[in-house]
DNA sequence: CGTTCGCATGGGG
DNA sequence: CCCCCATGCGAAC
């Protein structure tokens, strides 16, 4: 193994342990090449021994070497053994609010599950992976709230620090675990500073990541960090060259089917190494930019881009594939994905043309150099271990070239894929074999059914007019939970969302917003649960008379509480972080992510955790089960209806999170306009600048953008104020009101709206921040959604629609549509238009037409709903062309 | 006449 | 203004 030398802590060995192996309770010398343990104090590495390394980066020191030391715990979870308090063992557990500790491995996944916060789930829960998330090569782990760091400054992909020769010498280290054993033991945390460093170093292209720096926490695993290590480090560059087969299907071995694994749902699993591969060729080198044969920049005048074009690669190409995908594809423990590029499918890509363009760069970058318009063959195996072989060549085009793909109809089919789906390439060594994968753009609705959606769908025909879908943006499946990424291979659920056969024109938008969230909450959950951020003071912005406070940062997730609102007195309960009694308290009490007694200052005989709990153990167990069977409802609701919510939900925490650190690619990409809104389009969309661009406005501003947000705010105030009303007759009542003629057939869920109103009246209203990565993606999503007048056919049933009765989009569409100088209506601004507007097309389509041009569409993909393959082409067809005829 | 192929066109960045 | 690329479109099959 290699040791690294390179970094930082490598170097600054603590001097103590000079030459005898850090752990105390070794006497062995130190090998001249120490083995780096965990991280120190003073932030170098203990330096240990060959066999104390092993065994930490076993994850073993605690229980080798103080097995009987105070301190162990189990998990609350899994019930693994843990031990806690060490230095050694610090990140590899997580105390958890009702006492116990979780180990990291368990505290993660309860944390995407019930929070759907930033923790990627990734399967193998090493130090590194931890710190891959954070670093900034989270593209390969989908991690909200990515860090300040380029993504594209991860070495990942472009980063030639490390040397094959050394990938591979890692790849055969002696100490590859067994990756089920490895996840289930492995746990790391994040360490702020420990990131930090390694994100630095990332950075700094010094990468040579020993195996001590990858093990620091004292429970690494060495295949997965191996795995990972290559995946981040294996830099395309370096590869040889490759001679260019003329004839011969580019790729070799034989894809060893396992389908049911990489079809597998949900949860991460292990995949069993695959049969071996039966062509062990290097190709490492097969994709690298080749120049040598010389005639590859000809034909077509233009030579091909060198290899510093992959470093021009546009965000939107850049792949995002999670290490639990890469995982599952490479299966092969000795394999090692690394991930090439992706690309959303357009209408083209899609159609049965089988031409699948490939971006220029990409095409150049990684694969083969072909210098002949015919191409070559090219092997590429799919998620499922499938392989194709397509011919991959180009036309000439103008002076340039348009790579293609040929033939990819029977692969797209059979991933079931349709415009708006993205495609991944991979490349898996050291096979140097073509892995393409996938992601849905958004999962439909059990209702969509439509089972050969993938054949039907799309096709040239298919007119650019389809909106975006939006749950291709956010990534929303009927549950309510966004961001399933469902990477061909575990696809969480193969079904065919005929949904999104729009989001061809928004593929840029999307493709640029780098960081999808991957939330894993229902977005009236996230909502409720949105908190200023503390300490934090906000301005207080006045909006037609209705004062919003904004906040700079973004928004905390708040504590989680059990409402009661069933009965005339509404209150809700909250668990003490601290003894874990439960207290009742206001139902409109806003709380804190952390929540003890003591801050319980509307009992004030119940402020202390020394109070006896008021609910008997009895009613605990009801309302728990109540509550539960409640979400249970919610979200079975939530399925029935389409994703479309869960964009809502989206838009909504956008708006009330506006104002936070946004990653510059998801603001500047914020805005753009709609593909089909043309020159001199004045929708809301088209006239506002990308956010973060142009003047900002104050709350005086009388520009047309703000003149709609501020109506529509205004609107959206009255109808809270109105749904509360009505809420509270209902309940009195305890009957249900039947929309008003006004309201549109789908409104917002009481539950669900009413709390996004809340909070906005409350704190967010304005624009703090949502949680960084909440708020990132659902913006942008919104907004693209919005250019595109999306509508999400999936949105269409109405009866389903939580949000009945919530929201009066008694707005004038029209007046949105005013020409307005490209002002920037301020992220909030505009977020909250996004929102609203959003907001109208999906749930009104065409009874709203905010925008003329969107009318059409909005009324068809209404109609559209049930995922009809065919509908959705011919609905959509007919969008497209009425809307191009409007233009 | 429906497809496929190959190039052209043009919007958008 | 240039490049990229989605799509159009005519010719060939």
Not at 178 to 183: E, L, S, Y
Not at 438 to 462: C, M
Not at 669 to 695: D, E, M
Not at 748 to 769: F, G, H, I, K, V
Request: some cysteine; glycine content about 6%; charged content about 25%.
């Amino acid at each position: 193994m290699a040791a690294s030398t390179s970094t930082g802590g490598a170097v600054a060995a603590p001097s103590a342990a000079a030459s005898k192996c850090y752990n105390a309770e070794c006497k062995e010398l130190r090998p001249d090449r120490p083995r780096k343990g965990w991280r120190l104090r003073a932030g170098d590495f203990a330096e240990l021994c060959d066999r104390c390394g092993s065994i930490y980066e076993e994850g073993k020191f605690c229980e080798t070497f103080h097995p009987n030391a105070s301190g162990w715990r189990c998990c609350e979870s899994c019930g693994k053994r843990v031990h806690c308090g060490c230095i050694v063992s610090s990140h590899a557990f997580a105390l958890l609010d009702p006492g116990g500790i979780e180990c990291i491995s368990c505290a993660r996944k309860n944390f995407n599950l019930n929070t759907g916060a930033a923790w990627p789930s990734v399967i193998y829960h090493t130090p590194l992976s931890d710190r891959l998330k954070e670093h900034p090569a989270k593209g390969w782990n989908q991690l909200a709230g990515s860090g300040p760091v380029p993504w594209r400054q991860a070495p990942t992909l472009f980063n030639t620090s490390v040397t094959r020769p050394e990938l591979q010498q890692r790849a055969s280290t002696p100490f590859e675990v067994d990756p089920i054993k490895v996840g289930d033991r492995r746990i790391a945390s994040l360490d702020g500073k420990r990131i930090e460093d390694y994100s630095e170093r990332f950075m700094n292209g010094i990468i040579k990541l020993g195996a001590a720096d990858k093990f620091e926490n004292g429970s690494a695993g060495h295949s997965i960090e191996e795995r990972l290590n290559q995946c981040i480090i294996n830099p395309q560059q370096s590869a040889s060259i490759k001679e260019e087969p003329s004839n011969s299907p580019f790729g070799l071995t034989v894809p060893y089917s396992s389908g049911n694994e990489l079809n597998g749902h949900g949860g991460p699993h292990f995949r069993p190494a695959p049969p071996p591969t039966l062509a062990k060729h290097f190709y490492g080198s097969m994709f690298v930019e080749n120049n040598s044969s010389g005639d590859g920049q000809t034909r077509n005048g233009r030579p091909r881009t060198d290899a510093r074009g992959r470093n021009n690669l546009l965000p939107r190409y850049w792949p995002r594939i999670t290490d639990q995908e890469l995982q599952q594809i490479s299966g092969d423990s000795n394999s090692v994905i690394t991930p090439l590029f992706e690309k959303m499918l357009s209408a083209s890509d899609a159609g049965k043309i089988g031409r699948l363009v490939l971006p220029k760069k990409c095409a150049e970058a990684y694969f083969p150099a072909i210098s002949q318009p015919e191409g070559l063959p090219l092997k590429v195996q799919d998620a499922k271990g499938s392989e194709w072989v397509f011919q991959f060549r180009f036309w000439p085009n103008n002076n340039s070239r348009m790579y293609v793909l040929e033939g990819v109809t029977p692969c797209i089919q059979s991933m079931q894929l349709q415009a708006g789906d993205i495609v991944t390439f991979s490349r898996l060594e050291p096979e140097g074999k073509l892995i393409m994968g996938f992601r849905k753009a958004s999962t439909a609705p059990p209702s969509d059914q439509d089972n050969e959606a993938a054949k039907t769908t799309n096709g040239p025909s298919v007119p650019d007019s389809e909106l975006a879908d939006p749950g291709s943006w956010s990534k929303v499946d009927k549950s309510g939970y966004i961001a399933k990424e469902a990477l061909g291979i575990k696809s969480t659920a193969p079904k065919k969302r005929k949904t999104n056969v729009l989001a061809l024109k928004s593929k840029r938008l999307r493709g640029d917003n780098e960081e999808l969230i991957e939330l894993k909450i229902t977005w009236e959950e996230a909502q409720g649960l949105l908190r200023p951020p503390p300490d934090h003071q906000p301005t207080i912005v006045v909006i037609e008379g209705f004062e919003f406070e904004e906040y700079e940062d973004a928004p905390v997730l708040g504590k989680p509480t059990i409402s009661m609102a069933n009965g005339p007195g509404k209150f809700q309960w909250v668990q003490c972080e601290d003894c874990s009694k439960w207290r009742k308290i206001p139902f409109d009490a806003l709380l804190p992510a952390r929540w003890t007694c003591a801050a319980n200052k509307w009992d004030s005989e119940r402020s202390s955790c020394m109070s006896p709990q008021e609910l008997t153990a009895e009613e605990l167990e009801d309302m728990l089960n109540t509550s539960t069977s409640a979400v249970s409802k919610k979200k079975a609701l939530k399925q029935e209806s389409d994703s479309a919510e869960a964009l809502e939900a989206l838009a909504n925490l956008a708006i009330l999170g506006e104002g936070e650190p946004v990653p510059s690619s998801l603001s500047s990409q914020a805005t753009t306009k709609h593909p089909r809104h043309k020159l001199g389009c004045t929708c809301i969309v088209c006239i506002q600048p990308p956010s973060g661009k142009g003047p900002k406005h104050k709350p005086t501003c009388t520009c047309n953008v703000c003149v709609t947000v501020k109506r529509r705010f205004r609107t959206l105030m009255m109808k809270r104020e109105k749904k509360q009303t009505e809420k509270e007759a209902e309940e009195s009542s305890s009957k249900k009101q039947q929309p008003t003629p006004q309201q549109l057939p789908e409104k917002p869920r009481e539950d669900e709206l009413p709390t996004q109103c809340n909070n906005s009246n409350n704190n967010d209203a304005s624009s703090s921040a949502v949680g960084g990565s909440v708020v990132s993606s659902p913006s942008q999503k919104k907004e693209e959604k919005e250019g595109c007048s999306d509508e999400d056919p999936r949105k269409a049933k109405p009866s389903d629609s939580p949000f009945k009765g919530q929201f009066d989009l008694n707005i004038q569409p029209d007046k949105e549509e005013e020409v307005s100088p490209r002002t920037d209506p301020s992220s909030m601004m505009k977020l909250l238009q996004d929102a609203t507007d959003k907001y109208i097309k999906q749930r009104l389509g065409p009874c709203l037409d905010q925008d003329t041009e969107e009318k059409p569409i909005n009324g068809v993909l209404a109609k559209t709903d049930r995922n009809e393959a065919g509908d959705d082409t011919s609905t959509a067809l007919q969008a497209s062309q009425s809307n191009s005829a409007e233009k």
